[in-house]
Structures are given as structure tokens and as C-alpha cells.
């Protein structure tokens, strides 16, 4: 009897010993760190950079693109989404949900490389890349109007470039958008909406998006179109009919970077920050085709950007007017000069 109560007793401790190490188990693997990433940029480069991490940190990442809409439903969806890092926002939407109390403050080990036009001061926000506004050009619509490819703001009120306009509709922001607010902070507000008014008489044509504003370059249906610059020379250098110039009398930071949210993996969102303003991040943009935009993190790119923008004039925007008055700001654009019309 004894021997089988010894029996029972061993046995019954090989069971609680492999139940434990099976509880430990199933907890590591529930402990394992993720991170949960909100995007606003092309899907591919987003799970490129996420599998990218995963590999070199262990730590599992989940992408989840932000839908479209309003500024409000969007801010609605990072609120509820319990996303960890907002990914591809611009200055204006960082500084609008910052208001909102949905992000968190996080001060990269390279801080010191992010000029301070670049990041929010608290370090709600950073700037990942920078892009600039650039005029894509149809070449054989140019030649049949007998004109040279935009170089100026100027030269867009040209005669023979009323109704060949297309813009991007500025609500989205972009380069729509960022033309009306460069132009705005450096010429003043007089002088820039003079030029709002002589725009408007060229009817130019605003499009649902990027895509579509491309689209109508692309195919003849208009000639020139406002888009970013990083944009207009890839397709420059993969098509032959579109040639790309930059706007040499002022032009805009188009800044796209990175946030923690008030998610539940703080810690991983931050690593995943710290990675994001790698160079081997960087390497990865570039490798999906986008490496004409100028990353903060890879000094090589700054001689990339002195090649094409030269000592381009662009403002130090004021993200309190910028974001914070940006209805004002295209209505009163888009209707400027209508009364005398």
C-alpha cells in the first residue's frame, strides 16, 4: 500500500511539474511583444518595414490601414483601434490628434538628428521624410501649347494653361494643400490671395486624389499637375511623355513621420519608433521605389535633395494655423476673386 501511495505521490508531482512549465509556457508566449501599427502610406512599404522588425527584434507587428474619410472618423478609428503607433501622418493630422489626447509622448535615442521644424516639442510626433511639392508636366500637350514646363508658380497663370491645371483636393492635404499654405506663409496674406485669384481664374480642376490627379497628366487630359516631388520624378524616370520641375519661388516641407498612440503596447511602439528611424529603414523605402524622398536618418539622401531642390524657399509652418484653421484657409482660396468674376 505504501508503495502504491508513493507511486501516486511521484506521479502526481511529474504532473504538477509539467502543468507548470506548460502554464509558464502559455504564458510566455502570451507575454511575447507586439506592436499594432496604424498606417496612412502605401500598404507595401508599411509591411516591408513591419516584417523587416519582426525579424531583427522578435517582436510581432500587426498592420492596419486607417481608413479614409473625415479628419473625425479617422481620429474616431485611432481612438478605438488599440493600434500602439500611428504610421505615415502628416504634421497637420499629428497636430490635430495631439489635441485630442491620442498620442504619447516619445524621445528617440537619435533625437538630436531631427531638426526641431521636424518634431513636435514634446515628442508627440516625429518626422520620418520629407518631401516637397513638384509640377508633373505632359510633354506633348507642352509642346502643342508651345510652352516650356512650369518652373514657378508663376508661370502656371500662363493663358494657354487655362483649364490644364489638376490639383489634388486639398482636404486630403498634400500637395493641394501645402501649395496654399507655403504660399500663404511667405507671401503674406495679401499678396497670396491676389495669386489665389488669379489661379482661380485658370479653373484649375481638383481631383478626389493623388491617383486620379496623376491619371489626368498621364493620359492628355490635362498638362500640368500639382503633386509631391518625390512622386513626379519617379514617374519622370518611368515615363517618357511626363517630365518633372520644381516651383523655384517657394515651396513646402511635406513632412510624414511616425507616433506612439495611447495603445497598449507602449514599450514595443517605441522600439518600433527607434527602428523606423534606422538606416535600415531607410534602405527598405528605397528599395520599394521611394527613395527620392529625403530621409532624416540616411545623410546620403541630403546630397540626393541638394541635386533637386537647390536652396529651395519653404516656410517653418505654424501647425497651430496650418492644421488648426485648415477649412478657412481653402475656402478662402478657392473662392478667392469670386465676386469680380
Not at 518595414?49 to 481608413?67: H, M, N, R, Y
Amino acid at each position: 500500500m505504501k508503495k502504491f501511495l508513493a507511486v501516486i505521490a511521484a506521479a502526481f508531482c511529474i504532473l504538477t511539474v509539467l502543468n507548470t512549465a506548460h502554464t509558464a509556457g502559455k504564458d510566455e508566449a502570451e507575454k511575447k511583444e507586439q506592436v499594432k501599427i496604424c498606417i496612412s502610406m502605401p500598404v507595401d512599404i508599411a509591411e516591408a518595414l513591419a516584417e523587416d522588425f519582426t525579424k531583427a527584434s522578435g517582436i510581432e507587428t500587426q498592420v492596419v490601414p486607417l481608413p479614409p474619410g473625415s479628419a473625425e472618423n479617422r481620429f474616431n478609428f485611432l481612438a478605438s483601434s488599440g493600434s500602439d503607433v500611428w504610421l505615415g501622418g502628416t504634421a497637420e493630422e499629428f497636430y490635430l490628434a495631439a489635441e485630442r489626447g491620442l498620442l504619447v509622448s516619445y524621445q528617440p535615442k537619435e533625437a538630436y538628428a531631427i531638426p526641431a521644424e521636424f518634431r513636435q516639442n514634446n515628442w508627440l510626433w516625429t518626422a520620418l521624410y520629407i518631401d516637397h511639392i513638384g509640377f508633373l508636366s505632359n510633354k506633348r500637350n507642352l509642346h502643342y501649347l508651345g510652352l516650356y514646363a512650369p518652373e514657378s508658380w508663376q508661370e502656371l497663370l500662363a493663358e494657354p494653361l487655362k483649364y490644364e491645371l489638376a490639383l489634388a483636393d486639398p482636404k486630403s492635404g498634400g500637395a493641394g494643400y501645402g501649395m496654399m499654405t507655403a504660399l500663404w506663409q511667405l507671401k503674406g496674406e495679401s499678396a497670396a490671395m491676389d495669386y489665389a485669384e488669379q489661379l482661380n481664374r485658370q479653373r484649375p480642376e481638383y481631383f478626389i486624389n493623388l491617383q486620379e490627379t496623376i491619371d489626368e497628366v498621364r493620359q492628355g487630359y490635362k498638362t500640368v499637375a500639382v503633386v509631391p516631388l518625390s512622386v513626379a520624378l519617379l514617374l519622370e524616370r518611368s515615363e517618357e511623355n511626363l517630365f518633372a520641375t520644381i516651383p523655384a519661388d517657394g515651396n513646402k516641407n511635406l513632412i510624414s513621420g511616425a507616433s506612439v498612440l495611447n495603445g497598449p503596447n507602449n514599450a514595443a511602439a517605441g522600439k518600433f519608433i527607434e527602428y523606423l528611424l534606422s538606416n535600415r529603414a531607410a534602405e527598405i523605402v528605397a528599395e520599394k521605389g521611394h527613395g527620392l524622398v529625403w530621409s532624416l536618418s540616411a545623410a546620403a539622401d541630403d546630397e540626393l535633395r541638394s541635386q533637386y531642390t537647390g536652396k529651395m524657399l519653404t516656410p517653418v509652418d505654424d501647425l497651430s494655423w496650418t492644421a488648426g484653421q485648415k477649412a478657412n484657409v481653402i475656402e478662402r482660396w478657392l473662392t478667392a476673386g469670386r465676386k469680380t468674376q
